[in-house]
């Protein structure tokens, strides 16, 4: 199966891409997040099998639907 890309919320990576192998996916979620700057806002997370979590950019209908494509 192809991996799919989705935006990385995390700042600490050498990208803002993300590719998951949708067959590696345990669960997705919506979460709200406050910032520093007390802004909220909602952030997608996906769980793997091998135990990372990714906040994503995309919202969680987004990433559902990309995670389905065939």
Known sequence: MAVKMFTNLFKGNASDSVAINPAHVVSVWEAIQVTEANEV???????????????????YLEVVARLNEV
């Open 41 to 59: 806002s909602t952030v997608t997370s996906l769980f793997t099998v091998t135990g990372q979590t990714f906040q994503l950019e995309d919202t």
